[in-house]
């Protein structure tokens, strides 16, 4: 079968440890993480992983269930590109002379929709917003003025069935939380 | 006694609670869980815990095994036995790494154990302190889940999810590490069972419309196949799965843990599965048009090849860790719940059937192996003697009503294979691990878990080897296990497969033994070695009659080979009877 790309939503209670059990379940497949972010989600006390991996789909499929199957993870879903809205975020640190010629700036502004943070007689911070091709499409515009740093950030990704996913952590929101400091153990309602 | 008065004193109450150290709340909240027996090891950062044990002597036994592996074993071959999870404690760093193999074991085959281990003063943590090791990070593979507390307060709550994350679903080990000051420290003590975490969802409730599918589909098999595992003996559905069994009428094959959860002389009993499995449910397999497997997870040494396993049958897979079902084997349909929470809801959609033609075509399998196999095995005339002579030589003396312990190998697979179990739960075996050195340890933590049974160990001169040291724990508690040690002066079941795969190379396989006798007498262990057939009877009888521990060694066959066997990359059908190489 061959491989796609999947990006795997990961909510998770705010534990530490959760990362390494994750990475374990994946490097036992040998299935490389091409991008991972963590950030709070919209419930609060809730951890969300975005990790973006290229393999099967029966395989993303079994390793999304031994994910889902951990202690302190609540929800996994798995879902391909199209089925999602997603962004990287980029930063280029460009030498500003090589910039200063003709109308460059003005080109990077304009035809690839990026910000010019910072301006310096040294260097100027550029950011870019957008999907893994056009970064790299402004990173191929800019090498010629020569790149003093790059970075791009993990993918960020909300589902297009927005809905579904906040009704989902709403209901287990509503459920009386575990609460380190409490000594009395979760319990049902 | 003026010390501890002194700390009862201590012990003043707050709003109605009890300040106590976190050493008194670890052992007060085990007391709480219902446990009475603690397997374990001490050391430097354990001692508060110990120290505070000798006061609770009344409740909680401890047994001090000679090796943490061992205690790992024994807490997990006692919860086998006992019904309720096993607990271990030991030390941090070494004490903590020796509980690796037992804790990794426990969870391949879904134990309940929980494992206490502690840690080095949270100051120190992260700092390469002397014995702090990170076995967070270590058993994090190996566990269902673990914790580590820094705080005496945590102690209860995380304990108390601790049982509670061991016990449901699809049990496993769990590993709490507390850190030295954390057992020092003192707390205000309250406890409450866990019965709930929002992100741990063990029982689902049952979609019943897969399972009316599943009567559908049962209902109009022709050559349908139960496969019972391990889980119906975790649900408690023996019982169930025996009325299914009978009102449908069809054949039930068992995996390897899953042995004695159906008895072995019951009618529709099919044999064992896998690698050395009986050769009826193997060769069937790619036969039946239905396959329910209950409560297994088609490991490989069950299915052999994926690519020639049940092509004919629509299967249907009962199973309560959703990540098992389609991880091995496509499924037809798949029911995600309790085994027998599932069972009891089939039984009543199921139509009365028999499968005379097709139980036939197991009985002429049993026929052959029988001729081919197990007569040579069993009933030997003539040379030396056999592992499966001994195994159901001791089955017939103890009716297949003893609980049978075995190390791994060629003793494991002739215990499975010919002891006839009667009562379920009576086999503890290293399954999933396939841990040498599990029998001895193994067969104290079953003994302790059911004193009223007689608790036999079938060992190999290997395995017997690599944990011997347990003899020292026999020795100390009296434990009246008795062990077997099918002593054949090599690593029996490497060796098979050097003499089948590699061309009888036998590298590093044959084995310089001490004389086992002499060193049981050193523990003060009656024993025994056998090694003429005439006196294989009375030396079992003077085993199994001893009131103690006894050690039963026996000279078996040097080159004995386990058959059948499904070849490594072979299809389950293509089981070899007889091997001449």
Partial sequence: ?189 | MKEQHETKQAEIQVNGLENITGAEAILRCLVEEGVDTIFGYPGGAIMPVYDKLLDYSDKLRHILTRHEQGAAHAAQAYAMVAGKPGVCFATSGPGATNLITGIANAYLDSVPVVFITAQVVSGLIGTDAFQETDILGVSMPVTKWNCQIKKSQDIPGTIARAFYIAKTGRPGPVLIDITKDAQVDKLLFRYKKCSYLRSYNPHLPLKKKAVESAAIMINHAEKPLILAGHGILISGAEEELRTFAEKTGIPVAVTLLGLSCFPCDHRLYAGFLGMHGNYGPNLLTNEADLIIAIGMRFDDRVTGNLKKYAKNARIIHIEIDEAEINKNVQVDLEIHSDAREALQYLIPLVSEKSYESWIREFRICDKVEFEKVIKAETKPEKGEIRMGEVVRMVSEMTAGNAIIVTDVGQNQMSAARYYKFTSPGSFITSGGMGTMGFGLPASIGAKIGNPDKQVIGFIGDGGFQMTIQELGTIMHYKIPAKIIILNNGFLGMVRQWQHMFFNRRYASTELVNPDFEIIARGYGIPAKTISARQDLKEGLQQMLDAEGPFILNIAVEKEGNVLPMVEPGASVSDVTLNYKG
């Fill in chain 1, 1 to 189: 079968m061959g491989k796609q790309e999947f990006t795997i939503s990961l909510f998770s209670e705010d534990h530490i440890g959760i990362l390494n059990q994750i990475t374990i379940i994946l490097t036992r497949r040998q299935i490389n993480i091409e991008s991972i972010t963590a950030s709070e989600s919209a419930v609060k006390g809730v951890q969300l992983l975005t990790l973006v991996v290229k393999t099967s789909p029966d395989m993303v499929r079994k390793v999304a269930k031994q994910m889902e199957k951990l202690v302190d993870v609540l929800k996994v879903f798995v879902h391909s590109s199209d089925e999602i809205i997603y962004q990287e975020i980029a930063l280029y640190k460009v030498k500003t002379n090589g910039l200063m010629s003709g109308n460059i700036i003005d080109s990077i502004v304009r035809n690839h929709h990026a910000r010019i943070l910072v301006v310096s007689p040294e260097y100027t911070v550029i950011e870019k917003t957008g999907h893994r091709s056009e970064i790299n499409d402004l990173l191929n515009h800019l090498e010629p003025y020569g790149i003093l740093q790059f970075v791009r950030s993990g993918r960020v990704a909300v589902t297009k069935q927005v809905k579904e996913l906040n009704a989902y952590l709403k209901e287990m929101d509503g459920a009386d939380r575990y609460r380190e400091e409490n000594i009395e153990p979760y319990e049902k309602n």
